[in-house]
C-alpha cells in the first residue's frame, strides 16, 4: 500500500523531547499514528500522553539504541502495535563538547554507536517494512556532517557517517518503491546542548564560524521540513541532503 495520509504510521527515535517530540507532533498533525522511542522513561511516558490527549494515536517504547538489539525490538514492537510501518525518523543523538585530545574511548564509542551505528540497525530492521508500504526514511543530521566543527569532533565524524548512510541507501534501493532522505539543522534551543558543559580553554571565536549570525531555530520550524520530507507530497525526493540551519553551511 502506498504512502497514505489516513494510515500511515511513523517510528521516532529521539521522540521524547527537543526535534523529535517537535517532528512527532508535526507527523501527528497529518494524521500520523506514532512509535515514539527513547532512553528517558519518564520524559517519553510524558510526550506519549501528551499527544494521546491531543488526539493522536501514540505509543512508546523505552530503550537504549546504543545496541543492535534493541533498534530491531523497536521496529518489531511497530510491527506487532500497528502491523506496518511507513516512516522511519532517526532523530536521537548525543553530543559532548571536549578537546579533541581528550575525548575518552568510552564517549567516542557510544556517540558512534548512538548517532551513526543506531540509524544504521533501525534501517537495517525498517527497510523490509518500509518496501511493502513503499514508506521512506528521514535521519537527522547536523550541519556538523557538512562543514568542520570544532570541540565536536566525534559528533561531527557522526552526523557525517549518517549523511553517507543516507546516501548509500538510497543509491541501493534507486530501483525499489522506498525513499530515503536527511535533513541537516543548525542550532536550535534544545537539551542536547544545554547538558553538555564546554570544557576550558576553547577558542570561541572557532565555535563561532558554526552558531551562526542568526537566533537558534525553534524546532517546531525544523520539524516542519521533516514532516514534509517524509510525506507523500514530497515523492520527489530521494537521496536528498536538506538543510534547515539559518544558512550556516550556505558560507
Ligand atoms: N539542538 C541543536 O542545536 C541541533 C543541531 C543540529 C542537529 N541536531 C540534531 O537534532 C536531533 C535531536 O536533538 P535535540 O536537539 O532535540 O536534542 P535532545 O537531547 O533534546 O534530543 C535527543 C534525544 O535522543 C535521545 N537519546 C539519546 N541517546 C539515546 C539512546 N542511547 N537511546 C535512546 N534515545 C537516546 C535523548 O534521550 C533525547 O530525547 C539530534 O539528532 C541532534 O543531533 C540538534
Known amino acids: 500500500m502506498p504512502e497514505d495520509k489516513d494510515t500511515r504510521v511513523a517510528l521516532v527515535t529521539g521522540g521524547a523531547r527537543g526535534l523529535g517530540r517537535a517532528i512527532a507532533e508535526a507527523l501527528l ?7 515514539l522511542v527513547d532512553i528517558l522513561g519518564d520524559r517519553l511516558e510524558q510526550t506519549r500522553a501528551d499527544l494521546a490527549a491531543a488526539g493522536g494515536t501514540c505509543r512508546s517504547f523505552v530503550t537504549d539504541i546504543s545496541q543492535r538489539d534493541n533498534c530491531r525490538a523497536a521496529v518489531e514492537a511497530t510491527i506487532a502495535a500497528y502491523g506496518r510501518l511507513d516512516v522511519l525518523i532517526n532523530a536521537a543523538a548525543l553530543m559532548r563538547f571536549n578537546h579533541a585530545v581528550d575525548v575518552p574511548e568510552a564517549e567516542f564509542n557510544r556517540i558512534m554507536q548512538v548517532n551513526a551505528a543506531a540509524p544504521f540497525w533501525f534501517a537495517q530492521a525498517a527497510i523490509p517494512h518500509l518496501l511493502e508500504s513503499q514508506g521512506n526514511i528521514v535521519n537527522v543530521l547536523s ?16 552526523k557525517a557517517a549518517v549523511m553517507q548512510l543516507t546516501k548509500s541507501l538510497a543509491v541501493e534501493y534507486v530501483d525499489k518503491p522506498i525513499r530515503i532522505n536527511a535533513v541537516a539543522p543548525g542550532s536550535m534551543m534544545t537539551e542536547i546542548s544545554s547538558e553538555a558543559p564546554i570544557p576550558d580553554g576553547v577558542d570561541f571565536a572557532k565555535m563561532k564560524r558554526y552558531s551562526g549570525e542568526r537566533p ?3 524546532p517546531a520550524a525544523v ?5 514534509f520530507i517524509s510525506s507523500p507530497a514530497a515523492q520527489g525526493v530521494h537521496g536528498a541532503i536538506w538543510t534547515a540551519d539559518n544558512g550556516v553551511t550556505a558560507g
Open 29 to 35: 498533525a497529518q494524521g500520523v499514528r506514532l512509535m
Open 143 to 158: 550541519q556538523s556532517a557538512l562543514m568542520g566543527t570544532s570541540y565536536i569532533v566525534p559528533y561531527s565524524m557522526s
Open 216 to 218: 537558534p531555530a525553534d
Open 223 to 227: 520539524a516542519a521540513v521533516v514532516a
